[in-house]
């Protein structure tokens, strides 16, 4: 049986994605593997918080990581090394 992500766990992976290049909602979801709707739900909260940038060029919409979700990602990445060296699942 498939456990179910937690809304931090997904945040994390968008991050993670959107860090790795800068992409289109489409690209997102597909990676993600999340439905339309949660993504954005979850882009809503990353935008207002400022860990993500929407940029518009012509008819589509990317996205980039900022300094601050930079900064999210890389305290996520030391906390889940630590919690796996314990033997726990972040």
């Known amino acids: 049986m498939r456990k179910n992500r937690s809304e931090s766990r997904i945040i994390f992976e968008l991050l993670a994605i959107i860090d790795y290049e800068q992409c289109t909602s489409s690209t997102i979801i597909r990676k993600a593997n999340i439905p339309y709707n949660k993504f954005k739900e979850i882009?809503?909260?990353?935008?207002?918080?400022?860990?993500?940038?929407?940029?518009?060029?012509?008819?589509?919409?990317?996205?980039?990581?900022?300094?601050?979700?930079?900064?999210?990602?890389?305290?996520?990445?030391?906390?889940?090394?630590?919690?796996?060296?314990?033997?726990?699942?972040?």
């Open 43 to 90: 882009e809503e909260i990353l935008l207002k918080r400022e860990l993500i940038t929407k940029e518009t060029n012509g008819d589509k919409s990317y996205y980039k990581i900022t300094e601050k979700g930079k900064d999210l990602l890389k305290g996520w990445r030391k906390f889940k090394e630590l919690m796996e060296l314990y033997g726990f699942e972040p």
